[in-house]
Nanobody
């Protein structure tokens, strides 16, 4: 129902735009979050956007470099990643929640998509 895509291999300082597409049901009323998990590490919150796209919240580690947006139809969410660093290497996941902004970083999220691999070379 959620599918993340757009990952790949990029050099440090480069950019990637990840997409999260919803299918099978409507997610127009859900906030959308992005998470990532590097090998041997716990899953980490990256950022989230409200259902209407008016509010966003980012982890300190990506603030100023990553931007989350969503389309007019609300069924697609993007994560623009700029100035990528090797430590951004991870599998990136999108998820959907009906929770309030205070719960965005910790969840719970009702729906999760399959991840997309982002690898940043130094």
């Amino acid at each position: 129902q959620l599918q993340a895509s757009g990952g790949g291999l990029v050099q440090a300082g480069g950019s990637l735009k990840l997409s999260c597409a919803a299918s099978g049901r409507t997610f127009n009323s859900y906030a959308a979050g992005w998470f990532r998990q590097a090998p041997g590490k716990e899953r980490e919150f990256v950022g989230a956007i409200s259902w209407n796209g008016y509010s966003t919240y980012y982890a300190d580690s990506v603030k100023g470099r990553f931007t989350i947006s969503r389309g007019n139809a609300k069924s697609t969410v993007w994560l623009q990643t700029n100035s990528l660093k090797p430590e951004d290497t991870a599998v990136y996941y999108c998820a959907a929640t009906m929770g309030t902004p205070r719960s965005w970083s910790g969840g719970p999220y009702a729906y999760w998509g399959q991840g997309t691999q982002v690898t940043v070379s130094s």
